[in-house]
């Protein structure tokens, strides 16, 4: 059962170092004073729970530990006492804004070689960033029509992190994370620009679960979600936003996650009441295998299995989710 958390409590946390050493070549900052003119994008856990990955309006990505309070029992009311609890940070600035971000999936803060986090950001490659030190390690080219270096929109790893995929619009580009430059391979997620088969628009999440990492889940804001095959570049299924209402809701998907058993994909969308859930299993089916729900004025959501109310009408704003490991909790904003 999912279940919709209303109420977290608030914590405090005084910035400062998070690492003794300094490197004057490098682009991280010490963040000792709070500063308010700003908001916070996206959060992002690393893999390993120790480390919370930021992006703000003021184009910085900054890295937080995980408060130590969060390691000890917990309070007689099941909670832990964050009041007074503070974490260190390191953050570093982008020179555009920041797209999209990506934990190596087998990220673990006693490996510094496997601290890195993969950013897309306007105008630039994407690159893999040290989340110890904010140096780029490397990156990773997208080129468009006419050999022109374009940004990707959206970016996630490989779950076995040997790859990086970065969303376009109407491709898919996979980068070796060893070999720095153009993709390895790019997959077309439509025949052609005019064409209305296939998935349309700028793809604006990407997500590979590891229940299956061999699939690709993409959603675009063109109202549509997407199921890829890495391994041999193949369309699994397509399903978009029907005129009579049907399919994927909203106007234009901004979160795209299958769910720890499996099976169920959640889908979050701009401008809607309710975040969708759909059975990976009948999407390719064409026939939407799960409960056939009508709504008002004779429609009916053939692929949709489920729904998580929650209120995005009026705002374009990427509102997101968080699931819990077994599945059984979402954590997610409104406006």
Same mark, same amino acid.
């Given at each position: 059962?999912?279940?919709?958390?209303?109420?977290?409590?608030?914590?405090?946390? =005084?910035?400062?170092?998070?690492?003794?050493?300094?490197?004057?070549?490098?682009?991280?900052?010490?963040?000792?004073?709070?500063?308010?003119?700003?908001?916070?994008?996206?959060?992002?856990?690393?893999?390993?729970?120790?480390?919370?990955?930021?992006?703000?309006?003021?184009?910085?990505?900054?890295?937080?530990?995980?408060?130590?309070?969060?390691?000890?029992?917990?309070?007689?009311?099941?909670?832990?006492?964050? +009041?007074?609890?503070?974490?260190?940070? %390191?953050?570093?600035?982008?020179?555009?804004?920041?797209? =999209?971000?990506?934990?190596?999936?087998?990220?673990?803060?006693?490996?510094?070689?496997?601290?890195?986090?993969?950013?897309?950001?306007?105008?630039?490659? %994407?690159?893999?960033?040290?989340?110890?030190?904010?140096?780029?390690?490397?990156?990773?080219?997208?080129?468009?029509?006419?050999?022109?270096?374009?940004?990707?929109?959206?970016?996630?790893?490989?779950?076995?992190?040997?790859?990086?995929?970065?969303?376009?619009?109407?491709?898919?580009?996979?980068?070796?994370?060893?070999?720095?430059?153009?993709?390895?391979?790019?997959?077309?997620?439509?025949?052609?620009?005019?064409?209305?088969?296939?998935?349309?628009?700028?793809?604006?999440?990407?997500?590979?679960?590891?229940?299956?990492?061999?699939?690709?889940?993409?959603?675009?804001? =063109?109202?549509?979600?997407?199921?890829?095959?890495?391994?041999?570049?193949?369309?699994?299924?397509?399903?978009?936003?029907?005129?009579?209402?049907?399919?994927?809701?909203?106007?234009? %998907?901004?979160?795209?996650?299958?769910?720890?058993?499996?099976?169920?994909?959640?889908?979050?969308?701009?401008?809607? +009441?309710?975040?969708?859930?759909?059975?990976?299993?009948?999407?390719?089916?064409?026939?939407?295998?799960?409960?056939? +729900?009508?709504?008002?004025?004779?429609?009916?959501?053939?692929?949709?299995?489920?729904?998580?109310?929650?209120?995005?009408?009026?705002?374009?704003?990427?509102?997101?989710?968080? %699931?819990?490991?077994?599945?059984?909790?979402?954590?997610?904003?409104?406006?």
């Amino acid at each position: 059962m999912i279940q919709k958390i209303s109420q977290t409590s608030a914590a405090t946390f =005084s910035p400062r170092s998070r690492h003794h050493h300094n490197d004057s070549n490098t682009s991280t900052t010490t963040t000792t004073t709070h500063n308010t003119n700003y908001h916070i994008n996206s959060t992002l856990f690393s893999p390993d729970g120790t480390c919370l990955l930021l992006t703000t309006s003021t184009r910085s990505i900054g890295i937080l530990d995980t408060p130590q309070q969060l390691y000890a029992p917990p309070l007689q009311t099941g909670e832990h006492d964050l +009041r007074n609890a503070s974490c260190v940070s %390191v953050s570093f600035h982008s020179p555009e804004p920041i797209y =999209s971000t990506a934990w190596f999936p087998s990220m673990r803060s006693l490996e510094p070689d496997s601290c890195v986090i993969a950013v897309a950001s306007r105008d630039h490659p %994407v690159q893999l960033i040290d989340a110890y030190s904010g140096k780029v390690r490397a990156a990773y080219t997208a080129i468009a029509k006419g050999d022109v270096v374009t940004a990707p929109h959206s970016v996630a790893f490989s779950c076995d992190g040997g790859t990086i995929y970065a969303g376009l619009e109407g491709k898919i580009h996979s980068f070796d994370v060893s070999v720095q430059g153009p993709p390895i391979s790019i997959l077309s997620t439509t025949p052609t620009r005019k064409s209305r088969l296939g998935q349309k628009g700028i793809l604006s999440h990407l997500s590979s679960p590891p229940t299956h990492p061999h699939l690709l889940i993409a959603g675009s804001f =063109s109202k549509s979600v997407g199921v890829y095959d890495t391994q041999c570049a193949e369309t699994v299924a397509v399903i978009s936003g029907a005129a009579d209402g049907g399919g994927v809701s909203g106007s234009g %998907v901004t979160q795209v996650e299958v769910l720890p058993d499996g099976v169920r994909v959640l889908v979050a969308s701009r401008g809607t +009441r309710a975040m969708q859930l759909f059975d990976l299993r009948y999407l390719g089916s064409g026939g939407g295998g799960g409960q056939k +729900r009508r709504n008002g004025g004779g429609r009916r959501d053939e692929f949709v299995v489920g729904e998580i109310e929650r209120d995005a009408v009026g705002t374009n704003q990427r509102l997101s989710y968080s %699931v819990s490991g077994d599945g059984r909790v979402v954590c997610f904003g409104d406006k």
